[in-house]
C-alpha cells in the first residue's frame, strides 16, 4: 500500500496563478483532509471531507476550494495564489472523523508563492 | 475543543525513557487524547491515543491522570530517530484537530 501520496512535491506560482493539488489514499478511507504548516508552526486544517459527496470548512478555508472526486481522491485547488499561501500542504486520511481513528498523512507539497 | 499546552523543547539521552507532558485542563469527557509526531518536514506520523485509561502500543505509552487534565507520552528507549517534533492533541473529532506547536524532543548520544 502507498498510503496517502500527493502531487506535486514542490510548485513556485507567480502571485494571481491558479494550481490544483493532488491527494489519493489507497486505505479505501472514508474521510479525507487538507492542512497547511507554516514554518515553524503546527498544521492548520484548510477543508476536510468526511465522506464521499460532503466536503466543509476548517479553520483557515478562505482562498481555496475543494473537491472529493471519489472516494481515493481529494484535491485543493488555489484560484489566486498569494504570498500569505507559501506554505507546506499536507493531505490526510482516516476510516472515519469521528473519535479512536488515526489519520495518515501525505509527505507534503511545499509551495512558494512570489 | 481544548487546546493543550506543551514545553517548547525536551532533552534526552539515547537509550533513556523520554517523558513528554502535555497539560489538557479543559477537555471535555468525550474527547480523546492523540499524539503525533513530525520528523523533520515530513508528514505528522500518529503515535497512540487514549480517552481515560492508559495506553501501550509497540512506540510508546500513554499515562493519563485520573482527572483527564494532563497526560504524558513515554518514550521506553529513546533512539536518535526519535528526534522530532511531538504534538499532543485532544480532540472528539478530525474537524476540529488542532496541532498547536508541539515540543521538540532532542535525543543526544
Known amino acids: 500500500n502507498a498510503g496517502v501520496t500527493q502531487t506535486p512535491k514542490f510548485q513556485v506560482l507567480k502571485t494571481g496563478q491558479s494550481m490544483t493539488l493532488q491527494c489519493a489514499q489507497d486505505?479505501?478511507?472514508?474521510?479525507m483532509y487538507w492542512y497547511r504548516q507554516d514554518p515553524g508552526m503546527g498544521l492548520r486544517l484548510i477543508y476536510y471531507?468526511?465522506?464521499?459527496?460532503?466536503?466543509d470548512k476548517g479553520e483557515v478555508p478562505n482562498g481555496y476550494n475543494v473537491s472529493r472526486l471519489n472516494k481515493r481522491e481529494f484535491s485543493l485547488r488555489l484560484e489566486s495564489a498569494a504570498p500569505s499561501q507559501t506554505s507546506v500542504y499536507f493531505c490526510?486520511?482516516?476510516?472515519?472523523?469521528?473519535?479512536?481513528?488515526?489519520?495518515?498523512f501525505g509527505p507534503g507539497t511545499r509551495l512558494t508563492v512570489t | 475543543d481544548a487546546k493543550t499546552t506543551q514545553p517548547p523543547s525536551m532533552d534526552c539521552a539515547e537509550g533513556r525513557a523520554a517523558n513528554l507532558p502535555c497539560n489538557h485542563s479543559?477537555?471535555?469527557?468525550?474527547?480523546?487524547v492523540y499524539w503525533y509526531r513530525q520528523i523533520h518536514s515530513q508528514g505528522p506520523q500518529y503515535i497512540i491515543h487514549?480517552?481515560?485509561n492508559n495506553e501501550t502500543n509497540e512506540m510508546a505509552s500513554l499515562i493519563i491522570t485520573e482527572d483527564r487534565k494532563s497526560s504524558t507520552l513515554i518514550l521506553p528507549h529513546a533512539t536518535l530517530r526519535d528526534t522530532a517534533v511531538y504534538y499532543c492533541?485532544?480532540?472528539?473529532?478530525?474537524?476540529?484537530?488542532?496541532f498547536g506547536s508541539g515540543t521538540k524532543l532532542n535525543v543526544k548520544p
Open positions: 479543559t477537555i471535555s469527557g468525550n474527547e480523546y
Open positions: 486505505m479505501n478511507h472514508n474521510s
Open positions: 490526510a486520511s482516516s476510516e472515519e472523523t469521528g473519535p479512536g481513528y488515526e489519520q495518515y
Open positions: 492533541i485532544s480532540s472528539y473529532n478530525f474537524n476540529k484537530f488542532y
Open positions: 471531507s468526511a465522506s464521499e459527496g460532503t466536503t
Open positions: 487514549g480517552l481515560k
